[in-house]
């Protein structure tokens, strides 16, 4: 699979690489990656997502050349969407606009492309990235290692999650041995949060509620929080991982309101339950430790409906 993609690579010469929308530190990480690799070795590579760069990831080299869409006229050799666990979250027709489809993902279910690679053994997409462009005999440059590493730091926690690896600690030995700014990544990522993301962190966490059994919580954002706190959807980010973080709790949850009619779940697992298995159920997708689900229905609804099912599981467990 991967002497396939570094074929298309080789034969290629004008690529589109897209991951998912709402992008996380993989996602944008690995794009901004291999969009410069693939400048480097003298193609014409288009970095897109609809959603743009989340603030934080702003400073990885390459960013400000992405673009969050596509003239309708534009046609690619190949492109190649990362990350995205189903096409349909890169939130373009990316198919649509090149000649070969390459799906690089980690996720379970990823199953679309004309050329599938699939590792969910891997502890991120930038790692299946980094494999591919040594399998191209391509030498790192500073700039695509900064990209790797912040992709692996944000997708294994810091290193702390079950998918850091050896091969995770591995290429980040590599890469760190290369030279790359280690505080300055970890800084930006962790500690350059803007104000109004700990306003809406207080608002958010006075909903924590914790299951009788201790087995699961969850905290809520409604609309009106977002507004009261001048805050963004993607200033969320992470919330979920405070429930997680208390004593006995296995499973956590976050209620986003997106609208009176739309709400968002997510879902992280301490690694005793499936969490995966229960966003499928509810029509979504995701890890065995994290996963989510965008449900029609009011936020007390939704609430209800996720709360019970959870009650259910854990009274029968
Ligand atoms: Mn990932």
Redesign the pocket.
Known sequence: MIAAIAQQIKQGNSFLIASHSSP?G??IGSTLALSLALRLMGKEAVALNVDGVPDNFAFLPGADELVTSIAPTRHYDVGFVL?AGELKRAGVPVADYCTTLINID??PHSDFGDICYVDTSAS??AALIYRILKACGFTLSLDVATSLYTAILS?TGSFRYSNADPEAFTIAGELVGMGIDTWDIASRLYESQPAQRMMLLSLVLATLEISKCGNYASVTMSTEMLDAAEARAEDTDGFVNYPRAIQGVEVAVFFRQINQRQTKVGFRSRGAVDVGEFARKLGGGGHHNAAGVTIDGTLEDVRHTVLRLLEQYFASA
């Open positions: 996380d993989d996602a990350d980690h996720h991120a997409t997708d």
